[in-house]
């Protein structure tokens, strides 16, 4: 049986985002949950050698260098950005536009003004995982949480039921190749604590 490529799909660390949204702001990690990242690092330790993937969002440089400190640098793909909320960017949480009565397939296709749907950062993010699914190595990948419900859509091979998945800071998803028949998800939303 030939190796299949191994990922490791880990939010960055909580944002320092001032109780506004994020999204494509390039917002600070805090790091300061010392226990929570030595975890994680043990048990990305345990699972041997990957190679590192990195948004180039601060954030996600930041939690790569706490995760793998004896690294210098990491490669980055601007595919792996968070999902751009446009007009939303910065704005406060309690002062977003309420959701909740789209149907899922509706939430994944509605754009913020200026900005993207979930249904796009799919599309933007399946290219990269599937050219690393053609690989046979271990690849953990620090990005954010649409990054995560991305992959998890390519892997249950519909976008929106992926919307409904928790993907908490400093949590790791863990996904497998299977050679010619898409991903196994193997853990979602692991955390230290």
């Not at 599309?123 to 599937?130: C, D, F, I, K, N």
């Amino acid at each position: 049986m030939v190796p299949a490529a191994r990922l490791f799909l880990i939010r960055h660390a909580p944002a320092r985002d001032g109780g506004a949204l994020a999204g494509r702001r390039d917002v600070a990690a805090d790091l300061s949950d010392a226990g929570a990242v030595a975890a994680l690092h043990a048990r990305l330790a345990a699972a041997g050698g990957a190679q590192v993937l990195t948004s180039p969002a601060l954030r996600c440089v930041q939690t790569a260098q706490a995760l793998w400190p004896d690294r210098a640098e990491f490669a980055q793909d601007a595919r792996l950005w968070e999902q751009d909320f446009g007009a939303w960017e910065g704005v406060s949480y309690r002062d977003l536009p309420d959701l909740g009565p789209l149907d899922g397939d509706a939430l994944a296709q509605h754009r913020p003004p200026g900005g993207e749907s979930f249904a796009d950062i799919c599309a933007r993010v399946a290219p990269v995982l599937e050219g690393l699914g053609d690989g046979a190595e271990t690849v953990a990948i620090v990005a954010h949480a649409g990054v995560v419900r991305a992959a998890l859509a390519l892997a249950l091979g519909t976008i929106a039921p992926a919307l409904r998945f928790q993907v908490a800071p400093l949590s790791l998803t863990e996904l497998q190749a299977l050679p010619g028949q898409g991903w196994s998800i193997g853990a979602v939303n692991w955390r230290a604590r």
